[in-house]
């Protein structure tokens, strides 16, 4: 039995792209940045790399929005089918069995281009009452519900808080679950003054195969905040596995604002909850890896900064594991997509010897949870 979770390169933009083995697929973000017209541009062609592992099916089980930033959602309405509108339906577009997005997604005013356009889809199959899983209830999404004609008990099925499982996986019938850290209900509750970031998803994803867990941690564009409430909201209900790693989707394409207020000088350093997080519960042979543009040696006002990338590479060197940067993996002048298989062993890297060669898979070191 093999899963496989996959990471590409797309510059500083986030797609997860989980292949169960049962064929149920889950794409975490999606954004495609590149363009395929300049011969110069390293980026991925994500829509023909996801058509292409999608094959025959033609629908995906989960598409989730961890938020609505153009870097998390780039081109999704060019190939999958929205049902709120015909002029985004058509044969060759990918359907969507359920959409997950934010509270924030459904409420926040302003947005503009595709993100005005995903949330329109959002909202129809909320008010349609199917197709859709919304993650946390402020009050404000009663009001809206309720403002729309919509009875809030007659949807509570289709919203789940965090804290709990997302109900369209189990580890009995597909061999994952995926656990709500966030967001809170307090982060979306005025549509007006949505901060994407501290509205966004965070979950853990926990395969099981042979008994054995394969932890996934995917954190979006989270700041440190965020992340220190997650930490000691899980910690005080005696939690801790929730936040267990042995890949780390780290936030915010390894931006230093997740770790600390301080870039510092050579090397960010976390609060005392982040150290926990990262040091403590990232397993043996982690994977930490970073949806980013190549790390500069200098000094950079966008992410990646190179700070934070020093000190998540300290933490894979203490765990023996691996602090990898799609837009560098394999290599800077030629970058591929990270596929990472998960089977009883744990996950397994795929290398590729050489262009020619059939595809192996390296082994992570043995891993000890740290429970």
Not at 57 to 81: E, I, M
Not at 242 to 267: T, V
Request: glycine share 6%; net charge negative.
């Amino acid at each position: 039995m093999t899963h496989t979770v996959t990471f590409f390169p797309s510059g500083n933009a986030d797609t997860c792209f989980i292949q169960l083995d049962n064929g149920r697929i889950i794409i975490y973000d999606y954004a495609y940045t590149g363009n395929p017209e300049d011969k110069e541009d390293l980026r991925i062609n994500l829509e023909e790399e996801v058509r292409e592992r999608v094959g025959d099916k033609d629908s995906v089980d989960v598409l989730a929005f961890s938020h609505f930033d153009k870097d998390h959602y780039q081109g999704a309405t060019d190939l999958f089918w929205l049902e709120h509108a015909i002029k985004y339906q058509s044969d060759d577009r990918i359907k969507i069995d359920v959409l997950w997005v934010p509270a924030a997604a459904i409420l926040e005013a302003g947005i503009t281009d595709e993100g005005r356009t995903l949330r329109a889809e959002a909202r129809y199959r909320l008010k349609e009452g199917k197709g859709i899983r919304v993650f946390s209830t402020p009050n404000a999404l009663d009001t809206w519900l309720k403002d729309n004609s919509i009875n809030p008990a007659d949807r509570a099925d289709l919203i789940t808080d965090a804290g709990n499982l997302a109900p369209e996986f189990s580890l009995d019938t597909d061999q994952v679950e995926f656990f709500v850290h966030s967001p809170f209900a307090e982060h979306c509750e005025d549509g007006s003054l949505v901060e994407r970031n501290t509205s966004a998803l965070f979950m853990q994803a926990k395969f099981e195969v042979d008994s054995e867990p394969t932890y996934l941690l995917l954190s979006a564009d989270c700041e440190f905040e965020v992340l220190e409430q997650i930490v000691r909201v899980t910690r005080h209900h005696d939690n801790d596995e929730r936040l267990l790693a042995d890949i780390n989707n780290i936030p915010h394409h390894c931006s230093y604002l997740s770790l600390a207020a301080d870039k510092g000088k050579g090397k960010t350093d976390p609060s005392e909850d982040l150290r926990w997080l990262y040091e403590e519960q990232s397993n043996d042979g982690c994977l930490l890896v970073s949806t980013s543009d190549p790390i500069s040696t200098g000094d950079t006002t966008q992410p990646p900064h190179r700070q934070a990338a020093a000190y998540y590479k300290e933490v894979a060197e203490k765990v023996d594991g691996e602090f990898i940067v799609t837009m560098e993996h394999p290599k800077t002048s030629a970058p591929e997509p990270l596929d990472i298989e998960i089977t009883g062993s744990g996950p397994k890297r795929k290398k590729k010897l050489a262009p020619a060669a059939a595809i192996i898979t390296s082994t992570s070191a043995p891993r000890a949870g740290k429970l």
